[in-house]
Each structure stands twice: as structure tokens, then as C-alpha cells.
């Protein structure tokens, strides 16, 4: 399986060393099982006593089939109990592996001493010393049923715990995501405030510009005016896109882009049709972005994002230098994280839930030296 595909080692050893158990666990106990009936047999009456040899033979054969029959259907029963509990599909880190591997081991090295235990039975009664062959025991019986539940235990509470893990990182998400829009609405507000107050006083500065013009006062004129100018384009400065919450938002990011040594190129409109939820829009764009940040590498690293109108379809380009190793993808198709048991990140999680949501698609490329998110968004 390895050799075949190299992706999430320890999830496929946790896999195969669970099959291996299950498969041995159902082996044990109808094992055991047949103990019983061959003492019953010996001890109670043998059903094929009076049988002819032709009964013996099919009573033979009709005995082992049903054997194998019980033994699938068990293994099948087990292995479905397993995967109803587990959905663990990205890899495990070395701690989950240990925690996981113990319990299914456990019945593993039970069974070499035993397979030890029945050598030595066997050996006594060769020699004669041991004169019954290897006696039931419900406790062992017991034991390998018990040990089934024990890994089905372990296994439902550890999903149980990962799913909390996994809620509690989401709502911690999801509160970043709060944060960060209440910021943008704050940074929106301080700018229409300027805007308002500008406009307030903008009939001061008229009148002011008269009196100076009246007066013949043009080199005071054209300092007042230089500066009324100064703090015109202050006002109008940083990312304009239809929308101040999305404006605030893309501000953001530039000059964090900027603070890191950056490129920021942006051409993002707000779209009108489709409609899409500015709140939405915004921790998508967060998250977008922030994946860019962190990955924007080289000798000038850039970032550009842009956006495209198509017949209610909006398409979301988001686009970072990367002059690293070719990224390891998994199922989902996005880039499986350095850091043990984190996956591929919520960013992108929350990325492509909230485009199914408006019925669209998340893709990620990775081409020389870039890479792109492609996000397709369309009705909600």
C-alpha cells in the first residue's frame, strides 16, 4: 500500500494492524467456539455417531461451510462497528498512532502466547504426559470478546474527543472571523466618519478659498489649496471595491502584505449579481489571504487577487509566489500541513464550505513558482 501511494503512513499501519486484529479476534473466538464443540463431542455424544460414511462426509462439508459463512459474517459485523466510529480520513500524528495501535495490539500478543501455550499442550499430549486435548475456556472466549469492545471503545472515544478538538478549533475560527469583520466595520466607520467631516467642513474651506482669492492672496492660496488637496487624497486612500466592509477588509491584508516586504496587487469589484453575503465574503477573503501571507515566498515574493463577473457566476483569484517543494495534496485536493494531526488547516476548510454554500467549487494549482486559489461561487 505504501509503495503505491506514499501519502499518510501511519494511517495506513493503523488500518492494517486493525485488520490484522479484527481478523485474528474472529479467529480466537470461533477457535474457542470450536473447543466447546468438540468437548461437547467427547463428553455429551458425538452428532455424527451411526452415520454412514457418505453422511460423515457431507456433514463434514456442510460443518465447514457454515464455519467459514460465521467466520465472514462476524468479520464483516466487526469491521462495520469500526467504520460507523471512525472517519478519520487525513493523517494521524505519532501520539494518535501509540493510542490507537495499544488496544488493537493487545489481542495480538495474546495470541502468541497462546499459539506457545497450545505447542507445549500439544508436545504433553505426544508424549503422554497430557492425556485430554486442549480443554475450553469461557475466559479465554470472554477475553477475545471483550477485547473487540475494548478497541470499539477506543476508538468511538477518540472520535468523540477528535470531534470536540475539531468544534472547539472551529469556533475559535469562527470568532477570529467575527473579530475581523467587527475590525473592518470599525475601520469603515472611521472612514465615513472623515468623509462626513470633510464634507462638513467643506463649505469652511470654500469660503476660505474665497476670501484668500478675493483678497489677492494667491501664495497663501495655493498652500491652503495644496493642503486642502493633501488631506482630500488621504481621505481616498486604499482599496476601493463597492463595498467598505470588503474595502476594509482588502486594506488590511495589503498593508500587512506591505509590513512583510510583500507585493499587493489587487483588482477586486464587489459584485452585484450574484449576490453574495458580505459577511461571507469577508471570511472568505480573510482566510484566502491570510493562506497567501503565510505562503508567499522567493526573492520578491507578490500576491495578486482578483475577481471576474461571468453570468452570475463570480470567480475568485487568489494567486502568492511560492518557490518551494511541490505541495503533497490529499483526497480533497488541498495541500496536506508539516504539522502533525492538523491537516490541511481550517482556512481552507472554511474556504470551500462556504462555496458549496453558494453552489460552488474550491480549487487549488500549484504551477512554477505560484500558486492559485481558484474560488467559483454562484446562487446561495
Excluded at 4 to 12: A, C, G, L, S, V
Excluded at 136 to 157: G, K, Q
Aim: proline share 3%.
Amino acid at each position: 500500500m505504501y509503495l503505491m501511494e506514499k501519502e499518510k503512513p501511519r494511517q495506513k499501519i493503523f488500518l492494517c494492524v486493525m485488520f490484522l486484529t479484527l481478523r485474528f479476534i474472529c479467529s480466537a473466538i470461533l477457535v474457542e467456539w470450536g473447543l466447546f464443540s468438540i468437548w461437547f463431542d467427547i463428553n455429551v455424544g458425538d452428532i455424527s455417531t451411526g452415520m454412514d460414511p457418505d453422511q460423515i462426509v457431507i456433514y463434514y462439508a456442510v460443518s465447514r461451510l457454515a464455519s467459514v459463512i460465521v467466520r465472514m459474517l462476524l468479520l464483516y459485523l466487526m469491521i462495520r462497528l469500526i467504520q460507523k466510529a471512525y472517519h478519520r480520513k487525513d493523517e494521524l500524528s505519532m501520539q494518535e498512532l501509540f493510542l490507537l495501535l495499544i488496544p488493537a495490539i493487545t489481542p495480538l500478543l495474546e495470541g502468541v502466547l497462546f499459539r506457545e501455550y497450545t505447542v507445549i499442550y500439544s508436545k504433553g499430549v505426544e508424549n503422554g504426559y497430557i492425556k485430554e486435548n486442549i480443554p475450553p475456556d469461557i475466559m479465554r472466549f470472554m477475553f477475545y470478546l471483550f477485547s473487540y469492545f475494548a478497541v470499539l471503545m477506543v476508538v468511538v472515544l477518540y472520535e468523540r474527543v477528535r470531534k470536540q478538538q475539531e468544534e472547539n478549533a472551529q469556533m475559535q475560527a469562527l470568532e477570529k472571523e467575527i473579530a475581523q469583520v467587527q475590525s473592518s466595520i470599525k475601520q469603515t466607520e472611521v472612514l465615513h466618519e472623515q468623509i462626513r467631516t470633510l464634507r462638513h467642513d467643506i463649505a469652511n474651506h470654500l469660503m476660505t478659498m474665497e476670501r484668500l482669492t478675493e483678497g489677492e492672496n494667491t501664495v497663501e492660496a495655493k498652500h491652503y489649496l495644496k493642503r486642502l488637496k493633501e488631506e482630500y487624497s488621504a481621505s481616498l486612500e486604499g482599496i476601493r471595491s463597492g463595498n467598505p466592509v470588503i474595502d476594509a477588509v482588502l486594506d488590511a491584508k495589503r498593508n500587512m502584505a506591505i509590513k512583510n516586504g510583500i507585493g499587493f496587487q489587487c483588482d477586486f469589484v464587489y459584485p452585484g449579481q450574484p449576490e453574495i453575503d458580505v459577511f461571507d465574503l469577508s471570511v472568505l477573503l480573510n482566510n484566502a489571504l491570510d493562506n497567501a501571507l503565510r505562503g508567499a515566498n522567493g526573492k520578491d515574493p507578490w500576491i495578486r487577487i482578483s475577481a471576474k463577473c461571468h453570468e452570475r457566476f463570480l470567480t475568485i483569484l487568489v494567486k502568492n509566489s511560492y518557490t518551494g517543494e511541490k505541495l503533497c495534496l490529499d483526497a480533497d485536493g488541498f495541500p496536506i500541513s508539516t504539522k502533525e494531526g492538523e491537516g490541511h488547516g481550517l482556512g481552507l476548510k472554511r474556504i470551500r464550505r462556504i462555496s458549496h454554500r453558494y453552489n460552488g467549487e474550491t480549487e487549488l494549482i500549484q504551477r512554477e513558482e505560484e500558486i492559485e486559489l481558484r474560488i467559483l461561487l454562484h446562487e446561495k
